[in-house]
């Protein structure tokens, strides 16, 4: 055996080589190396085969069973159906079993449906025909037969069926286009690049021919992260090796463009590709009203144990006597009398729970998520939630946090493409301390407007490439002037700046064979080498490229924001380029820095060593390259800046404003300067004329200590709003004083830090109530983590608020994930957002209706079902309670078993899931046009403990008259001439089945009465449903008493019901029971109503009276309040301002004069129809009616 083999495997396995364990080796097209290079060591990898199915037909039945009972009632309820087959219980197994088994079946049909889907969908894409090279020639099968190794040839639209190195491509200098539309959304055109060693390969013969290994990291999910190596072998002599990237990546599922063909190495398959890697499962989300639910049924499980703990006691106390406990008729055998005491009593025991087993309700899981995931199709139907020029509607992710959006606290939103639009616009540049504007007299001289305008697409490094490169080869310059296409990029910033810089003069034509060409003012074209890219990321904030001119010169030229370009700054006109960069920023322009130096020979050969270094790498390289461009990255020459515009969202302003009024807070997280950002703020009124900004940056930490600053800030705020902290939901009010509080990522990073004298508090507490205390935040320089950090800080603070999260970029998805409910906005960064949220809208502006309305309306539907569901459950079984206190504790039922089974399946089911899905208890417009209404569900307050102990009282009381109303019916008997008792008052024949009989037809005309008197909105839906119900209770009654089918006469229930209603007294009783049990409630709310009346009654009262005294000539503008045609402002998007608005917002920025402020972005007073004004330091006016 070759001993350099053997030293391979023992320092890879034994000595615990750290790329061996990090990394895979893959022999391209399964050649391996030449002899004397490496070992080869083969290594098993999966097939192709994609698995998104999570059962098989084999373990479906004991799998889905395993997950179901699970859950806590499940089990609990298969518990008590195998005490009921194991001892002698007083009901049948029946009635646990027969509900049980429908929900575990209804559940295991719905699951198993969806997977048989998704097995359908994974064999139509394993079985799709994939063209791989063997042998030199085209071979095609089966994509699940694919194996790491095999070089694949994917042609023009066809979708990658693995993740592929791209070796070469039909395109002459290496590249292809790829949308990555099914991953992350994104639909423009991205260029990946070949390998270089391997580019000039088109045929299958000398792609056969190549031989070369990839060493490259183990598979992980980012699908913007790659970390790799190629060693090319050229016969006898040393590997080339050359770093792999992102750029060289392509990843299945994403589609090929543009290109004819191309070839690749695959080397992850089938579950191992990050496509696949990404299917995994978001946390589990739970609702506040899940919460209250479970604690609920805790009680309730506490209740049922202790009911059969006095029974259990009571009984034995009442057996104590001989003659209660072997009466004449019913003797002890001899083994009946020896049996353990404890045995017995834990036997009574258990049977009292079965019997009382039903106060449970083990439906009430079934239609709950009945009721969500039905419930959910009416927000993807609102029509005025879809936009008609992206064409989206929203987007249900997950229903399980439907009424989550009726409970929400704070918003935390991004600002770029979430409150703004996302669609930049060149405002102008400044070079050199001269501005230049396109359109305008610049310097003397007039810039024209070139017209042409050429597709370019981004390449990582964020340069342009022609899209059709051989047509531009073949005009004339003056042609090249006057062409009309459109330029494509992943970032609006970088087609902003390309098309502004058109506009003066300049057209960016393409990048070719690493030449990036300009059409300059004279119609020459200049050509500059491109050397190295030195990529952007959100740490450094900036990017570079060394280029080199047709001179023969070298340069780096970088871009970035402010803050990471003047610190590496050492000459040019810093001091006009920064006045000029905190004017545009103070506007609320976007504003990038750009920065040069010149390099020698000498300089650029040492750094492209060094960046060739990092960049093969496989450990760390992201770090060192970052190391690299520290040291590179210094010493430049101030350029100028650019200045781009992003208008503001339409509606934005307005959605903020009915956000706040609800009692919400909003905060904004983005990574833009301060200026830009408190420009946007001002903008769409998130701060206001009246707000006192408060700042908590790095600027005044150094000026003072982070402990004073805090304090001072403390001071300030507790000292006009007295010691008690504001609450959440006092919102905007008059009689404060409005603050609104700025921090940046570097002061946060210092609060999120432990005090260095190791005591356990920090600075947290302190600035949590800065914040408590402040009308509005602005936090700005965020990093993304930062972002999700403040969101969990809230979310964790002592109050522990619901939190929502909306943003529409990659960098906006750790606080989606963190927060409560995520909505991700379908912008144009991508999908990322959208995918990873729980819900997904097309603007901001349908935030406004998706929280004031719709989960406005999910929170009250699901609460007054979780509420009703116990309610009647009480109702049910209380009496069943209150019946062994006269049945000597024998565990007699009182209902037959078939009403006991479907009770909570049939008889009050229907009725209460309609309700849940269409209640309105106002109407839709009501809710957006008040939005203090959102107020009154605010913190769970349906579902309170107040509120709970109602429901269940009031079940307590009507079960009390519906037994004893019924047993003073039945309280004098007589004995008939045919041996038969009857009641002397209602001449009714008297018996246990007929009395349990009267009392569950009063139970359930009283219990789907009471849902009926709830009901605000009818339709025809509701009146079926409800009186179908009691008319299918009748029936089925008459049908089980052997009246309508003979055929049923053999049981216990014959002619019971028929006997029980051809009582002329009975009809009576039943009816006065009914309107005694319903009449406390009804008097209860008419009381409340009239003295303590909720905003919500007092706008249904308002809603009544106006369709009362409303004529069909009635001017639709006098039924509008004058206290709220402040929501008709005009919200117009904003447009850049003249330059008085400028100067005007400068010093309102400073707070010496608001006057002029709100015209600055297009919202002028002028436009406000209010009365009122827009004085607004609260939650907003109290509706008054």
């Known amino acids: 055996m070759d001993c350099s083999l053997l030293r391979t495997l023992v320092s890879r396995y034994c000595a615990g080589e750290e790329n061996w364990v990090d990394s895979r080796t893959i022999y391209v097209g399964h050649r391996e190396p030449p002899p004397g290079t490496e070992a080869y060591i083969p290594q098993r990898f999966p097939d192709n085969r994609i698995v998104s199915s999570k059962y098989t037909f084999w373990n479906f039945v004991p799998k889905n069973l395993f997950e179901q009972f699970r859950r806590i009632a499940n089990f609990y309820f298969l518990i008590i159906f195998l005490v009921q087959l194991i001892i002698d219980t007083p009901t049948s197994p029946v009635t646990s079993g027969l509900p049980l088994l429908f929900v575990i079946t209804v559940t295991a049909i719905k699951q198993g449906y969806e997977d048989w889907l998704r097995h359908k969908a994974d064999n139509a894409m394993n079985q799709c025909p994939v063209h791989f090279i063997q042998h030199g020639k085209l071979v095609r099968k089966q994509s699940r037969k694919l194996r790491v190794g095999d070089i694949v040839m994917v042609k023009e639209d066809e979708t990658f069926p693995c993740d592929l190195i791209f070796l070469s491509s039909s395109r002459g200098d290496g590249t292809c286009f790829v949308t990555t539309a099914s991953l992350d959304g994104e639909s423009s055109h991205k260029t990946y690049y070949a390998v270089q060693d391997t580019k000039a390969f088109h045929n299958e013969q000398e792609i056969d021919a190549l031989h070369a290994t990839i060493e490259c990291e183990q598979p992980q999910p980012d699908l913007y992260k790659f970390v790799g190596r190629i060693n090319v072998y050229h016969d006898r002599n040393e590997p080339t090796a050359r770093p792999l990237g992102s750029e060289n990546l392509l990843l299945r599922g994403a589609t090929l463009k543009n290109t004819e063909k191309i070839f690749g190495v695959a080397i992850y398959t089938g579950m191992e590709t990050k496509m696949a890697l990404n299917y995994q499962a978001k946390s589990q989300k739970r609702s506040a009203v899940e ?54 009593a834990f036997t009574d025991f258990l049977a009292f729970m079965v019997l009382f087993n039903y106060i449970i309700p083990v439906s009430m899981y079934v239609t709950v998520e009945m009721q969500k995931f039905l419930g959910s199709y009416f927000l993807t139907w609102d029509e005025e939630m879809f936009d008609e020029d992206t064409g989206e509607g929203p987007l249900v992710n997950t229903s399980d946090l439907n009424e989550e959006l009726g409970q929400i606290e704070y918003v935390f939103t991004d600002k770029t493409g979430t409150l703004t639009e996302n669609n930049m616009e060149f405002v102008e540049c400044c070079i050199e301390g001269h501005v230049y504007v396109p359109h305008v007299i610049c310097n003397g001289q007039i810039l024209h407007d070139c017209t042409g305008i050429d597709m370019i697409d981004s390449s990582p490094g964020g340069s342009g490439k022609v899209k059709d490169d051989d047509s531009v080869d073949g005009l004339k310059k003056n042609q090249l002037s006057r062409r009309s296409c459109i330029y494509i990029s992943s970032s609006p910033d970088e087609v902003a700046l390309v098309e502004g810089i058109q506009r003066l003069g300049y057209t960016y034509l393409r990048l070719k064979d690493n030449f990036m060409e300009i059409l300059n003012r004279e119609n020459n074209i200049e050509k500059f080498e491109l050397l190295e890219v030195l990529s952007f990321d959100s740490v450094r904030r900036r990017m570079s490229v060394i280029v080199k001119s047709s001179t023969g010169d070298i340069f780096l030229f970088c871009k970035g924001a402010d803050s990471s370009i003047f610190p590496r700054v050492k000459e040019g006109k810093i001091d006009q380029i920064r006045s000029r960069v905190e004017r545009n920023a103070v506007e609320g322009l976007r504003t990038l820095c750009v920065a040069y130096k010149k390099l020698t020979a000498e300089e650029y050969s040492n750094a492209q060593k060094l960046l060739q270094n990092a960049k093969l790498a496989l450990q760390d390289r992201e770090k060192k390259l970052a190391e690299v461009y520290e040291k590179i990255e210094r010493d430049f020459i101030l350029l100028g800046a650019t200045a781009v515009e992003d208008r503001l969202q339409e509606k934005a302003a307005d959605t903020i404003e009915a956000l706040q009024k609800a009692g919400i807070k909003v905060w904004v997280l983005t990574g833009d300067k301060m200026e830009t950002a408190a420009a946007t703020c001002y903008a769409c009124k998130l701060f206001r004329r009246n707000t006192q900004i408060l700042e908590l940056t790095t600027k005044k930490i150094e000026e003072q200590s982070l402990h004073d600053v805090l304090f001072d800030l403390s001071k300030t705020v507790l000292r006009h709003n007295g010691s008690l902290t504001r609450d959440t939901f006092s919102g905007l009010s008059t009689d404060m004083q409005d603050y609104g509080l700025i921090i940046d990522g570097a002061a946060l990073s210092l609060i999120m830090k432990p005090r260095q004298d190791g005591s356990s508090g920090n600075y947290r507490e302190l600035f949590l109530e800065i914040c408590r205390n402040c009308s509005a935040v602005l936090c700005c320089r965020m ?27 990659a960098n906006d998805v750790s606080m989606i994930l963190e927060a409560h409910v995520g909505i991700g906005i379908i912008g144009k960064e991508g999908r990322q957002a959208a995918r990873n949220s729980d819900y997904a809208i097309p603007k901001f502006k349908h935030l406004k209706k998706m929280l004031l309305v719709h989960g406005h309306f999910y929170y009250v539907r699901i609460s007054e079902l979780v509420q009703y569901f116990f309610y009647k459950n009480v109702c049910f079984i209380f009496p069943q309670f209150l019946y062994q206190f006269f049945c000597g504790f024998s565990q007699q039922t009182l209902y037959d078993t078939a009403y006991l089974t479907l009770y909570n399946i049939s008889f009050t089911s229907l009725p209460i899931l309609l309700y849940g899905l269409m209640e309105q208890h106002v109407s839709a417009d009501t809710l957006k046009r008040e939005p203090s209404l959102y107020r009154d569900v605010a913190k769970n307050a349906l579902l309170r403990w107040r509120a709970f102990i109602y429901w269940t009282f009031l079940g307590v009381f009507d079960a009390v008259v519906f037994f004893f109303g019924a047993y003073f019916l039945f309280d004098n008997t007589i004995v008939t001439s045919n041996g038969q008792l009857m009641t002397t008052s209602t001449h009714m024949m008297f018996g246990n089945w007929t009395f349990g009989t009267l009392v569950f037809t009063v139970l359930v005309f009283t219990v789907t009465l009471k849902l ?29 008493g052997g009246i309508i089918w003979p055929f049923l006469n053999y049981q216990r229930m014959y002619y019971v019901f028929m006997q029980m209603l051809s009582s002329g007294p009975a009809w009576l009783g039943i009816i006065l029971l009914i309107t005694v049990s319903l009449l406390p409630d009804v008097l209860k709310k008419v009381l409340c109503r009239q003295l303590w009346p909720t905003a919500t009654e007092r706008i249904q009262k308002a809603s009544r009276h106006c369709r009362e005294h409303i004529s069909e000539f009635t001017p639709l503008a006098c039924l509008k309040s004058p206290r709220y045609r402040s929501s008709d402002c005009s919200n117009s998007p904003a447009r850049r301002s003249n330059s008085h608005s400028k100067k005007m917002m400068f010093t309102h920025w400073r707070g010496v004069d608001y006057s002029v402020l709100p015209s600055v972005f297009g919202y002028s007073n002028k436009h406000c129809r209010s009365s009122a004004g827009y004085r607004y330091s609260g939650s907003g006016l109290e509706t008054s009616v």
């Open 291 to 344: 919460k209250s639910m479970n604690v609920f049924l805790i009680v309730y499980l506490c209740i049922l144990i202790s009911k059969a703990l006095i029974n259990t006691v009571l009984k034995y106390v009442w057996q104590s006597e001989p003659f209660r406990d072997e009466p004449w008729y019913n003797q002890k055998t001899e083994p009946e009398r020896k049996r353990n005491l404890f045995l017995r």
């Open 783 to 809: 990093a993304p983590l930062q972002k999700a950090q403040i969101v969990k800080l809230i979310k964790l603070s002592k109050e522990h608020p619901i939190t929502l999260a909306i943003g529409d970029g």
């Open 1012 to 1040: 009926a008197l709830d009901t605000h909105y009818w339709t025809w839906i509701n009146h079926f449903m409800i009186w179908g119900s009691l008319v299918f209770y009748v029936i089925f009654s008459l049908l089980w």
